[in-house]
């Protein structure tokens, strides 16, 4: 078991470009969760999977954010022609269902310039 | 409004002092949890919580929650430059079907050797 694994750590991109994260959960957790974590702030809910099914998405996540978990394993979001305020903390989390807790990625650090 | 608020924000206290943070809101919750997030890192998960008026304790940590399930508190005895960190508290709403953490404004702890 090594964890909940983001990639990539940090990422640069200037304003309207595409950008895709990475999250590799533990792999006999079930569920998988996005968060993005602004500075001073504590996360804020984005989406969650439980296997391959997306079941609920926040109005954070606006039209130009997508996420999908194709396999029930690995899952990505993308963020399209992103904007300065996209700049943030991306936190992936996975749990099991009868786990009460959640074990966190490193989180993938976005910068757009 | 945010639906769970945390006080103090920050704190600054010397080394081998007491220090209590606190987690409320006006809903109630399934479960509570705590976490320690540290620069750069996703938050790692230190306890969770269930039963009303429910104490638990974790070395020089003690976690309450409230019998009502809408507050808790941190305690830690003899602070140690080690428990350095930002401290959130986050919960899942009682509501059949929810399943996410709704977390905390945080609390940055700062311990002075």
């Known amino acids: 078991d090594t964890g909940v694994s983001q990639d990539p750590r940090h990422k640069i991109t200037k304003r309207g470009q595409n950008v895709t994260f990475r999250c590799d959960p533990i792999?006999?957790?079930?569920?998988l969760y996005w968060y993005r974590q602004t500075l001073g702030q504590g996360p804020e809910f984005l989406t969650y999977?439980?296997?391959?099914?997306?079941?609920?998405k926040s109005r954070l996540l606006s039209d130009r954010f997508s996420a999908e978990r194709p396999k029930g394993s690995f899952s990505t979001l993308e963020i399209q022609r992103t904007e300065q305020g996209d700049s943030a903390m991306y936190l992936c989390a996975s749990s099991v269902v009868s786990n009460y807790g959640y074990t966190f990625g490193s989180g993938t650090r976005l910068t757009v310039v | 409004t945010q639906l769970l608020e945390q006080s103090p924000q920050f704190l600054s206290i010397q080394e081998g002092e007491n220090l209590t943070v606190y987690c409320n809101s006006s809903?109630?919750?399934?479960?509570l949890q705590w976490y320690r997030q540290e620069p750069g890192e996703g938050p790692v998960l230190l306890v969770t919580v269930v039963t009303g008026g429910e104490v638990k304790k974790l070395k020089r940590l003690t976690f309450q929650f409230g019998d009502a399930r809408k507050d808790s508190s941190l305690h830690i005895t003899a602070a140690q430059p080690g428990d350095t960190g930002l401290y959130l508290c986050a919960g899942k709403v009682l509501n059949f079907g929810n399943e996410k953490l709704t977390f905390g404004t945080g609390t940055r702890l700062t311990i002075i050797p």
């Open positions: 809903s109630v919750f399934s479960s």
């Open positions: 792999s006999e957790h079930n569920r």
């Open positions: 999977f439980q296997n391959e099914a997306q079941l609920e």
